[in-house]
């Protein structure tokens, strides 16, 4: 059982590359997020899903992407990196949106844009 | 709108004392509650929650927090600091918007225990 993963670890794009990163969890979890962290800002949610085939904005979603073709998976995509998206990127899970959903958070991914 | 606010951007405190991590929230509605510890270079790991019942909710690790409806906060406490306990500490408000439950998180307090 390896919870939740993220590939890949550590990514360095110059401005304008595009990308996408993998989130995938083996729990069965209905939900799933991505978020961005940087310093002094906390834990902001870019986009996220509640289900297969669904996906919704978060609080900065601008310049994100996002797709669940499959209930394990969830991919963030970056169509023109800019600098203002090097930050860590983290992807969690929980089972249902209902009063009992803790979230399982990923290793995280560290993007640095040039 | 939901916020939560976590007042102290670092905790300091010797091994041994006991320590708090101040949390407070502004929700519509019942708040659903959320304590997670963020170890250097890791993601975050749940430690305990708050939905209903009992105010003092005991968590992973020996933390335990107190939800206090008339001032709206949700401190995480532990009776006595070890040096492992370390680490960046968030709170966390569930909030309803159109059917899904949307997590808001406050901006992290950084709790470095002393030898």
């Known amino acids: 059982n390896a919870g939740v993963t993220q590939t890949p670890k550590f990514r360095v794009l110059k401005t304008g590359q595009s990308m996408t990163l993998l989130c995938a969890q083996d729990m069965n979890h209905e939900y799933m997020y991505w978020y961005r962290q940087d310093p002094g800002m906390g834990l902001r949610l870019i986009h996220y899903s509640v289900g297969e085939g669904t996906t919704a904005k978060g609080e900065v979603p601008d310049g994100y992407n996002v797709s669940r073709l499959k209930k394990q998976n969830f991919l963030l995509g970056l169509e023109s990196a800019a600098p203002s998206q090097t930050s860590v990127y983290f992807c969690?899970?929980?089972?249902?949106?209902?009063?009992?959903?803790?979230?399982?958070f990923g290793p995280g991914t560290r993007l640095t844009v040039l | 709108a939901q916020s939560v606010a976590q007042p102290e951007d670092q905790v300091n405190v010797a091994e041994g004392n006991p320590l708090t991590v101040k949390c407070t929230y502004s929700?519509?509605?019942?708040?659903?509650l959320f304590w997670y510890v963020q170890y250097p270079n890791r993601g975050l790991q749940f430690l305990l929650k708050?939905?209903?019942?009992?105010?003092l909710v005991k968590g992973s690790y020996g933390f335990e927090a107190e939800f206090n409806k008339s001032q709206t906060s949700f401190h995480l406490k532990k009776p006595s600091a070890l040096v492992s306990d370390s680490a960046l500490y968030f709170c966390a408000v569930i909030h309803a918007s159109g059917g899904s439950y949307i997590p808001t998180f406050g901006r992290g307090t950084s709790l470095i225990v002393h030898p």
């Open positions: 929700v519509s509605g019942n708040p659903y």
């Open positions: 969690a899970s929980s089972f249902s949106g209902t009063f009992f959903n803790e979230q399982f």
């Open positions: 708050y939905i209903t019942g009992d105010n």
